[in-house]
């Protein structure tokens, strides 16, 4: 659910849909052909994690390929149509740790998801969805000039922006467009300050059984936000497809976006157990997230080690 001028509805699984991006459409059904990219496969074939790597040139020219006037033109460039009546911008204490990433897609367009810092022993994790960093089913098509933004607001990048060094994803994303979770490992800051230093951590749980209240949030591409505000939906979460799933008009753009379980809406604290990956429809209604269970916890170790 990345969103730019141009949005498509694909398939995951062959269950419900979640929003594709790109200045035209995604054909999923093959890979596409292998095209030039700075991000390189880290891993061999037999891991279960799959990273993609970006050198220090890359990271600075990231940095600096995202200005004010970029990003103000990207969130411009799409109308998903009027928020739904469950997606609520968010107006409690500033969320530091949730913010807007922007990248640039396979097919080269300028887009963005949602990302959240998370607690790790590097101090550097990021998490978000895995159709964030590379299309599935096709190893050859991933996301470049990667760059997080904590606490996004309006134009306001009141704690810096971060570039992506690592993005780690699991190796069935990659290959047959299962388990749609992420986790980036980001630069300190211009200050060498790392990213949870600086903006605080959110907890991160595997294997927690599906159930109970869950606040989901994103930067979604609907009207009259369209990027520029944090939403926030609430509701039961709840198995389906091998999934779980919450009612939800969050749209695209909120894609990566945490679920926070036991989420204090007083100190913006809560319990990451999953993100938002898909949706059911082009008029939302429900969100579906991943199940965090052994990949996910491997894909975590592997960016928290980065």
């Given at each position: 659910m990345?969103?730019?001028?141009?949005?498509v509805?694909?398939r995951?699984?062959g269950?419900?849909?979640g929003?594709?991006?790109a200045?035209t459409v995604l054909?999923?059904?093959?890979?596409?052909?292998?095209?030039?990219?700075?991000?390189?496969a880290?891993?061999?074939a037999?891991?279960?994690?799959?990273?993609l790597?970006?050198?220090?040139?890359e990271?600075?020219?990231?940095?600096?390929?995202?200005?004010p006037?970029?990003?103000k033109?990207?969130?411009k460039?799409?109308?998903?149509?009027?928020?739904?009546?469950?997606a609520?911008p968010?107006?409690?204490?500033s969320?530091?740790?949730?913010?807007r990433?922007?990248f640039?897609?396979a097919d080269?367009?300028d887009?963005?998801?949602t990302?959240?810092a998370?607690?790790s022993a590097?101090?550097?994790?990021?998490?978000?969805?895995?159709?964030?960093v590379?299309?599935?089913?096709?190893?050859?098509?991933t996301n470049?000039d990667m760059?997080?933004?904590?606490?996004y607001?309006k134009?306001?990048q009141?704690?810096g922006?971060?570039?992506?060094?690592?993005?780690a994803?699991?190796?069935?994303?990659?290959?047959?467009?299962v388990?749609?979770?992420a986790?980036l490992t980001?630069?300190a800051?211009?200050?060498g300050?790392k990213?949870?230093?600086v903006v605080g951590?959110?907890?991160?749980?595997?294997n927690?059984?599906?159930?109970?209240t869950i606040?989901?949030?994103?930067?979604?591409?609907?009207?009259?936000q369209?990027?520029?505000?944090?939403l926030?939906?609430?509701g039961?979460a709840?198995k389906?497809h091998?999934t779980?799933?919450?009612?939800?008009?969050?749209?695209?753009?909120?894609?990566g976006?945490?679920?926070?379980?036991d989420?204090?809406t007083t100190?913006?604290?809560?319990?990451?157990?999953?993100?938002n990956?898909?949706?059911?429809?082009?008029?939302?209604?429900?969100?579906?997230?991943?199940?965090?269970?052994?990949?996910?916890?491997?894909?975590y170790?592997?960016a928290?080690?980065?």
């Amino acid at each position: 659910m990345p969103e730019t001028s141009t949005s498509v509805i694909r398939r995951l699984r062959g269950r419900v849909a979640g929003l594709a991006v790109a200045g035209t459409v995604l054909a999923l059904a093959a890979p596409a052909a292998a095209t030039a990219t700075p991000a390189r496969a880290a891993v061999t074939a037999a891991d279960p994690v799959s990273v993609l790597s970006y050198t220090a040139q890359e990271r600075k020219t990231a940095l600096a390929y995202w200005t004010p006037a970029r990003i103000k033109a990207t969130g411009k460039s799409v109308d998903l149509g009027p928020t739904g009546p469950n997606a609520k911008p968010w107006r409690g204490t500033s969320l530091k740790t949730v913010g807007r990433l922007f990248f640039v897609n396979a097919d080269g367009a300028d887009t963005w998801c949602t990302g959240t810092a998370v607690k790790s022993a590097n101090k550097s994790v990021v998490t978000t969805a895995a159709h964030c960093v590379r299309r599935g089913s096709s190893p050859y098509n991933t996301n470049t000039d990667m760059v997080f933004v904590p606490g996004y607001h309006k134009g306001k990048q009141p704690h810096g922006a971060f570039a992506v060094r690592s993005a780690a994803t699991p190796r069935s994303w990659e290959n047959d467009s299962v388990n749609d979770m992420a986790a980036l490992t980001v630069d300190a800051d211009k200050k060498g300050r790392k990213l949870t230093d600086v903006v605080g951590s959110q907890a991160i749980a595997f294997n927690r059984p599906v159930g109970g209240t869950i606040s989901a949030l994103g930067y979604s591409a609907t009207s009259p936000q369209l990027g520029e505000e944090l939403l926030r939906c609430v509701g039961k979460a709840k198995k389906e497809h091998g999934t779980q799933v919450i009612p939800c008009n969050l749209h695209g753009g909120a894609s990566g976006g945490p679920w926070f379980a036991d989420f204090n809406t007083t100190t913006g604290k809560g319990t990451l157990v999953s993100m938002n990956a898909s949706l059911d429809s082009t008029a939302p209604t429900k969100m579906y997230g991943e199940i965090l269970g052994a990949t996910a916890k491997k894909v975590y170790d592997r960016a928290q080690r980065a």
